[in-house]
């Protein structure tokens, strides 16, 4: 399997991810420039990875202008043709400006930027699968969050569709699991902290798991996210 990580202008997370992916992982990763039209290297047993940032200075829309970039159009063909794409943070909002993931990103409840470990539960058919690998099961993963737009939003249709299809991946929480006002770090709806697409090849969730995949860092919890999460052949459906 090959990773290859999305550079746009403004990107901060990207050498997280490269290094999380490749010595963290022991994978083979190859940075894109958002100027890249020619993605052909890359088959559907590979996987295109969004990261975080504020790509284009967050002007408008956080993603809006990154969406338009040359190398989203390769992205979205890929994951239309059914290769897998993950985005985190910014790349979730990416993803969701370009019809990839339903749902939008908006402000976080108390208009402040946030940066601090918190906690999420998997959820739907990815907890499912977590179930049957208990080497990465967690009842509860400690992530970081580092974000100023991570408020997920969607109306109340397509709100019952995510959960009628299993596609909330996480789930915002305390230590216990449970679901509180204080454990919900920017207010969004339903505690939605991940989704996939109905497809189940295309990933987006606030958290950072990248920032969590080395012993020296004190936490592993994100290693056993992306293990499981984009190196499985796929999601239960």
């Known amino acids: 399997m090959k990773f290859g990580v999305v550079v746009f202008p403004g990107s901060n997370c990207d050498r997280d991810m490269l290094d999380a992916l490749q010595y963290d992982l022991n994978q083979e990763v190859v940075p894109l420039w958002h100027k890249n039209e020619d993605i052909s290297s890359f088959n559907t047993e590979d996987c295109i990875v969004l990261p975080g940032g504020f790509s284009y200075g967050d002007y408008l829309r956080c993603g809006a202008i990154a969406r338009f970039s040359p190398v989203m159009k390769q992205v979205i063909a890929f994951a239309n043709n059914g290769g ?61 969050v580092a974000h100023g737009e991570g408020r997920y939003y969607a109306n109340a249709e397509t709100l019952e569709q995510l959960k009628a299809n299993g596609q909330i991946l996480f789930r915002y929480c305390d230590a216990e699991g449970n679901e509180t006002p204080e454990s919900n770090p920017n207010g969004a709806i339903d505690h939605i902290a991940g989704i996939s697409n109905a497809q189940r090849n295309v990933f987006g969730m606030m958290p950072h798991p990248e920032r969590a995949c080395s012993a020296v860092l004190g936490n592993e919890d994100g290693k056993k996210i992306l293990t499981s999460l984009l190196m499985a052949r796929q999601l239960v459906s």
Do not use: M, W
């Open 84 to 144: 897998k794409v993950y985005g985190v943070c910014n790349g979730f909002q990416i993803l969701c400006e370009s019809g990839l993931l339903p749902g939008a990103l908006l402000r976080n409840e108390r208009q402040q930027y946030i940066c601090k470990n918190i906690y999420i539960k998997p959820e739907g058919t990815y907890r499912e699968q977590l179930l049957g690998d208990p080497e990465h099961f967690r009842e509860v993963y400690k992530i970081p």
